[in-house]
């Protein structure tokens, strides 16, 4: 909610930093985040390169669902 408030009354792009993960990612994309901070869930990751991309394609999933 304080996101949501947040971007609702700032004019400029909002990144979402701190505690980030595959399973937050969604919600804080759907809060308006216009990008996230992202360090221990991808460097932590067994497979950065994959888990990178996943946070990546939430971005397209969540935006493609937002439009239509």
């Known amino acids: 909610d304080l996101f949501k408030q947040a971007k609702a009354q700032l004019r400029i792009p909002a990144v979402a930093i ?5 399973t937050n990612a969604p919600s ?3 809060a308006g985040a216009d990008s996230i901070a992202v360090i221990n869930a991808s460097f932590n ?3 950065v390169k ?3 991309q996943q946070f990546a394609h939430l971005f ?6 937002a439009t239509t």
Do not use: P
């Not at 701190?18 to 595959?22: N, S, W």
């Open 18 to 22: 701190g505690g980030i993960t595959l």
């Open 28 to 30: 804080v994309i759907q």
């Open 45 to 47: 990751a067994d497979d």
């Open 60 to 65: 397209k999933e969540l935006n493609l669902k």
């Open 50 to 52: 994959l888990t990178t």
